[in-house]
């Protein structure tokens, strides 16, 4: 439902399937986002990949996409004549005039291929917000020259290295082999890249029926303090906090218009609410079904919205049987206010001599003037004292079902739709597959934020959710492609198979080496911390920056508590920029290679070259192999150390033989082995 991100495409020239399959290892549990990152990243792709044809940055697609520059996808291609005057492309992208022109961007009013209408669309904003607030276009430039300089720095320092191994060596073969650099081993192994990716989930659960909650919200008489229980989990992402601010602003003492500094009376002003303070209002701590039962999971991003309506409609419930008490303790505490402000006005004889003699002696008058408002909380308890002692019922039970909707299949699956943008700043050295993010900058659109602190909490974390799935959390099933998994050191947990040959192929000056194992069952090698690798503080970017969108909007105020936005699961996918981040600086480690071959020996063209020289020109599946900017290249998600590595040595595919001579030609210079070296990392 989410493939087609934040992009406006017809339904009659898109065309998505989910299959499922059986397989031997068990279900995984779902993860933030529900499978909609997958599909997302797999459009992004594309975009990614039609840039490369065309010629042009992504960012530049993207972009246009969004402004509604005149796109089309057809048959795997896009063409725009809006960007021919910007841009150098060839007579093939642009050739075919027939091609019905179509917009790309979603605005006000666009339908999805799914059949909803977007509604307040922010993706244009965000978008741009994101670009200016991280200086996009300037840092670019100097990402570029920082790859472009780089390579004479890092040839020196590896002149310097060399030459202090050859200080350092007692024999002239050692001095010999410290020498011999390669090439391709000279060129800039540290590059930068810098992406930004878009994004636009949609709210709601998809099974209609679980778009419902329950609340309870008790007043007591004692104290007047509130008590609100809930159908929702609190597990960190602030649930609690946000639905105690929901009761407390809609709970409170009723003003006429403002009257009461004056005393008398009112006017015919609309009433509000003044908020009783947040230390009034306790949420239970444990979801209890006794208290509020069928309770929907907590997830799909949607629990403010549904449990914050809940609480309002029993704060509302609440209200209005209050309501005359709370009227009547607000007349009688403006009348005393009234009266206390009457008498600071008229002073006794006595505080006039006193006055008199303060300013015969040039001084001040100290005293603050009354406040010119009562405090809510101490009307509030009154109220509820009044109200307990006629019998009010003080305890309500609330209820919201988000309306309008129609559930999976139908032309209104989702409420409304959170937007948001990323631009992140990668660094690479391309040796060892090391990596870092020099910084990020996120703009979300949440609407009318219920507590900005809670929802930039939220976006970081989400990020950084988003990072890890992006660049360290590799899932390595025991199977054919991973034979390597169950060898040596009792790695192999699944069901080992012995090779026949592998008792007598030992001899007697052989070292012992286990034998060969082979692990094709399908169980999972990365089980726990040791092999699966979430990230750490230090795979946080270095400069984090995250900022709320200013000015949303959001015109589901019916569908919403105070016009805000689900943030829990749409900035997950923002921490695919990282990716695209690291894949581009991975690019500028081909460019050198690509042109480097090209320049130096021309050894690609007779296929003897350095590492992707069998293909032409160093690249892979280059199609033009006299250009030394190299084409689309594929790497795949995640972007660990090891796929770095390989995708900078010239590999596409790190399982394949290819990939094994790249693996050791990189690795060579630290003197292991390509493949122990893989297992290793």
């Known amino acids: 439902m989410h493939c087609t991100n934040a992009y406006g495409v017809s339904s009659k020239r898109l065309r998505a399937r989910g299959r499922v399959a059986r397989t031997s290892s068990t279900s995984n549990t779902a993860f933030r986002g529900f499978g909609a990152p997958q599909g997302m990243l797999a459009f992004e792709a594309a975009v990614e990949q039609a840039a490369a044809a065309l010629g042009v940055a992504p960012e530049v697609l993207r972009g246009g996409s969004l402004v509604r520059k005149r796109f089309v996808f057809s048959r795997g291609f896009i063409r725009s004549t809006d960007l021919e005057k910007k841009t150098h492309l060839s007579s093939s992208c642009s050739a075919k005039k027939n091609v019905p022109k179509q917009n790309q961007q979603l605005r006000d009013g666009d339908t999805t291929p799914y059949g909803t209408v977007v509604k307040d669309c922010q993706a244009r904003a965000c978008w741009d917000e994101c670009l200016r607030s991280s200086d996009f276009a300037a840092r670019r430039d100097e990402i570029e020259a920082f790859n472009r300089s780089s390579r004479c ?31 391709s081993l000279n060129t800039s192994w540290v590059k930068r890249g810098l992406a930004a990716v878009p994004t636009m989930f949609g709210i709601s659960f998809t099974h209609k029926t679980y778009n419902q909650a329950g609340a309870q919200v008790s007043v007591f008489a004692a104290d007047g303090s509130v008590l609100v229980s809930h159908g929702g989990v609190e597990m960190g992402q602030g649930l609690h906090t946000k639905v105690a601010a929901v009761a407390a602003a809609a709970l409170g003492v009723v003003d006429r218009g403002g009257a009461g500094a004056g005393g008398g009376g009112g006017g015919g002003g609309a009433e509000r609410v003044r908020p009783l303070p947040l ?89 603050p003037p009354p406040s010119s408002s009562f405090s809510s909380f101490p009307v509030w308890k009154a109220a509820v004292a009044a109200a307990y002692a006629d019998r009010v019922d003080l305890c309500a039970h609330g209820f919201y079902a988000t309306p309008g909707l129609g559930g999976w299949g139908s032309g209104s699956p989702v409420a409304y739709f959170s937007f948001g943008a990323a631009a992140v700043e990668a660094e690479v050295d391309c040796l060892t597959g090391d990596s870092s993010i020099r910084r990020a900058d ?3 659109d949440v609407g009318r934020s219920l507590n900005p602190a809670i929802d930039v909490g939220q976006v970081e974390g989400a990020f950084v959710q988003g990072l890890g799935w992006a660049t360290t959390e590799e899932v390595v099933k025991c199977d054919a492609s991973h034979a390597w998994v169950g060898r040596g050191n009792g790695r192999g947990r699944g069901k080992t198979v012995r090779s026949p040959s592998s008792s007598s192929s030992s001899s007697p000056s052989s070292p012992a080496l286990p034998p060969p194992l082979s692990t094709l069952d399908g169980s999972t090698h990365t089980r726990g911390p040791g092999a699966y690798k979430i990230p750490s503080a230090d795979d946080a970017p270095s400069d984090f920056r995250v900022s709320l969108l200013r000015g949303s909007r959001n015109a589901a105020t019916a569908r919403t508590v105070h016009s805000s936005k689900a943030v829990g699961e749409p900035p997950f996918f923002l921490g695919a920029a990282a990716f695209f981040a690291l894949k581009r600086a991975v690019g500028a480690a081909r460019e050198d290679a690509a042109a480097e071959g090209e320049g130096g020996e021309r050894g690609g063209a007779e296929g003897g070259g350095e590492r992707g020289g069998a293909e032409g020109g160093g690249e892979r599946g280059g199609g033009d192999s006299g250009s030394a900017r190299p084409s689309y290249f594929r790497l795949d998600l995640p972007a660990t150390s090891e796929a770095l590595r390989l995708s900078a040595a010239g590999c596409d595919d790190g399982d394949g033989a290819d990939g094994d001579r790249a693996l050791d030609a990189v690795a060579g210079a630290a003197g292991v082995r390509g493949r122990r070296s893989r297992v290793s990392c």
Request: proline share 6%; with cysteine.
């Open 279 to 367: 230390s009034a209002v306790r949420v239970a701590s444990a979801t209890r079904t006794d208290a509020v039962p069928n309770a929907s999971p907590t997830a799909a991003s949607a629990s403010s919205d549904l449990y914050g309506g809940a609480v309002a409609d029993a704060c509302r419930q609440l209200m209005q049987r209050l309501r005359p008490y709370l009227l009547e303790a607000a007349v009688e505490a403006e009348a005393a206010e009234a009266a206390a402000e009457a008498a600071a006005s008229s002073p006794s004889p006595s505080s006039s001599s006193a006055a008199a003699a303060t300013a015969k002696q040039g001084g001040e008058n100290k005293t």
């Open 153 to 183: 720095f890092y040839f020196i320092f590896y002149l310097l290295l060399n030459f202090f191994h050859l200080l350092l060596s007692l024999s002239p073969s050692n001095s010999q082999k410290t020498l011999s650099l390669s090439p």
């Open 442 to 444: 996120v703009v979300m």
